[in-house]
């Protein structure tokens, strides 16, 4: 489980290097509001321990929920909110844009 | 188990397709939709597996998170993006070290795993760390406190001796698993919230892009940790993809400013040593939320603009040329900086935007990756004022423009088109990627005075004779320019 759990880390890592780094400047603000709402997958770390504390314990889990899910919802719907802000006039087949010469 | 990994591989495969969706603005939307259906999938699925239903209390506090996220993503201003993606950057290293917390409280007492212990304490002081230090950088840039940067006696020592020290008691907690957890592990949270403290607090304003990026980096490996320490392979996949964006993002933004992460860290700042911080950039991160120091900050460009009475006489003439140098060019290029969202002069830049559109000239935007607080700030305050994406050009794009520009017309940006970058030697901007505006035929800066940027170098473009400087509030003076337009 433990080798199963590293290749997939690294994996993603690697893949992630290649996508994220093809992001153009232009949309690196929603990128990183998006990158907030993934880091919010800590909520299903949270679930899973929340489920299995012993009484004590699930106060922490608790407020693991709720600020994980602040992060889920927060960051998708502020992301989403900026890019319907994104708007171009061309059309696909017009954006290829002729330098100045 | 195979079901298990199976799923993961699909939601990190689902997260990643919506990231690749986000390189192009036209699929973006869609990008970030399909990473929240990945996410409701990851979620749904951990309940199946934990064997509950989902009619439990977790169900409630999942809600209230929600509602609360959904209303602090709906009610948030777009200038205020920085603090908004610092503060979740805090509660997502908040949330990774909570989690692994509870995972200790309820580890069975016998257990003797080196992993669990390692990583446990690891995420807890990764995730403090970056809950302190995202708490520091959210009151810096909401203006509430230590807003110049606050460098205390013996700070790099404190700074250093908590990260090793918690260093050193991880290793411990780990080579001698579950002896000690209970008195190492919160002493680890503890040098961790210490160190974010002072690892943020000593950083400008101006710097605060890279240590965004930084925290946003650390929130993701503080899940990526916590997600190994709970045997969790979504978790510790999912973390690892924002680990990685943020250390790219940081690359970015210190080769853009030409920092050393290190240098950033250290809080070396580059205009001190004239020790009056050169303030404009200062000022404008004060006057971003108070309308109170704003005025004070427009105040003072009244006074620097009445002390212009004393300037040389070519530069209060130039003015009269303006109309003509404005009407005749046929191509523009708009250099929006900070200043001009101080300002609040988005919409009067979009005003000028469509008079000069009006005239059938052609207009670019150059967006420095550094114009904002965050990477990619300036591009989401133009669309925001419905400035359409493909005039705004980033560095590379727009460089070779300038060459043939007619007009280049700078709004509250300095150091990003400060020549002195490529030509003076040993200044803290020299090799630093900057916008070539001086290569434009013409070039008109609309920043609110003459004082350098945050660097502390003076701007050579001042001084050359095809510039012509307008000084003041750029809300005042863009509408000037606009209406120079219009007269003809």
């Known amino acids: 489980m433990i080798l199963a759990m590293l290749i997939i880390l690294i994996a993603a890592a690697l893949l992630g290097y290649k996508v994220i780094s093809a992001v153009p400047p232009l949309l690196h603000t929603p990128l990183m ?11 299903i ?9 012993p009484a004590g314990a699930e106060g922490w889990a608790a407020a693991a929920l709720i600020l994980a899910m602040i992060n889920v919802a927060g960051g998708f719907w502020v992301t989403e909110r900026m890019l319907r802000m994104f708007k171009g006039k061309a059309k696909e087949s017009e954006v290829q844009e002729i330098p100045w010469q | 188990m195979a079901v298990t990994i199976v799923l993961a591989i699909l939601i990190i495969v689902g997260f990643l397709a919506g990231i690749r969706l986000m390189q192009s603005p036209r699929t973006a939307l869609w990008g970030n939709r399909l990473g929240a259906l990945s996410m409701l999938v990851a979620i749904a699925w951990t309940f199946v597996a934990t064997g509950q239903g989902a009619l439990s209390a977790a169900l409630v506090y999942i809600v209230i998170g929600g509602l609360i996220g959904l209303i602090l993503g709906q009610s948030v201003k777009m200038i205020h993006m920085p603090q908004t993606v610092a503060l979740l950057n805090g509660f997502g290293g908040a949330a990774s070290a909570l989690v692994v917390w509870a995972a200790v409280l309820s580890y069975p007492g016998d257990g003797a795993e080196m992993l669990f212990w390692g990583t446990s304490g690891l995420a807890l002081g990764v995730g403090t760390l970056t809950f302190s230090g995202s708490i520091i950088a959210v009151l810096k840039l909401q203006g509430l406190a230590f807003r110049q940067p606050i460098q205390l006696k013996g700070h790099g020592h404190i700074l250093r001796a908590a990260i090793l020290v918690a260093a050193l008691l991880v290793l411990i907690n780990m080579s001698l698993p579950g002896q000690y957890y209970f008195q190492f592990l919160p002493v680890i949270a503890l040098l961790g919230l210490l160190a974010g403290f002072f690892m943020t607090l000593r950083i400008g304003g101006a710097d605060m892009p890279i240590v965004i990026s930084l925290l946003n980096s650390f929130s993701g490996i503080a899940a990526s940790i916590a997600g190994l320490a709970v045997e969790n392979v979504i978790l510790a996949g999912t973390g690892a993809l924002v680990g990685v964006a943020g250390m790219i993002l940081t690359r970015i ?18 205009g001190k040593k004239e020790k009056a911080y050169p303030s404009l950039e200062d000022d404008q991160s004060a006057a971003e939320t108070s309308p109170a120091v704003n005025e004070a900050v427009a105040e003072e460009a009244k006074k620097s603009e009445a002390g212009a009475g004393s300037e040389p006489a070519a530069e209060k003439d130039s003015k009269t040329n303006l109309p003509d140098i404005i009407n005749q060019a046929k191509r523009v290029i708009i250099v929006p900086g900070y200043g001009m969202a101080v300002a609040q002069a988005q919409n009067a830049v979009k005003q000028l935007l469509d008079a000069l559109e009006a005239q059938d000239k052609e207009v670019k935007f150059a967006i420095h990756p550094v114009a904002g607080r965050m990477p990619g700030h300036m591009n989401v305050l ?31 940006a300095c150091d990003v088109v400060n020549p002195a970058a490529n030509a003076a030697e040993g200044t803290p901007i020299s090799g630093m990627p900057i916008l070539n505006a001086e290569k434009a035929k013409h070039v008109i800066v609309c920043n609110i005075d003459e004082k350098p940027g945050y660097s502390g170098v003076d701007n ?3 001084e050359q004779s095809h510039v012509y400087s307008f000084w003041g509030d750029a809300a005042e003076t863009i509408p000037q320019l606009t209406e120079m337009i219009s007269k003809r």
Do not use: W
Not at chain 1, 45 to 53: P, R, Y
Not at chain 2, 385 to 396: F, P, Q, R, T, V
Not at chain 2, 400 to 407: G, I, R, T, V, W
């Open chain 1, 33 to 43: 509001s998006g990158m907030n709402a993934l880091s919010g997958i800590t909520v």
């Open chain 2, 253 to 270: 933004m210190c080769r853009a400013m030409n920092r050393s992460l290190f240098s950033v860290l250290a809080g070396f700042t580059p």
């Open chain 2, 460 to 462: 050579l473009l001042y």
């Open chain 2, 382 to 412: 133009l669309a925001e004022a419905g400035i359409d994406y493909e005039k705004l050009m980033d560095l590379d794009a727009i460089n070779p423009q300038f060459d043939h520009a007619d007009l280049v017309i700078i709004v509250g």
């Open chain 1, 45 to 53: 770390g949270a679930i899973a321990v929340f489920f299995t504390a």
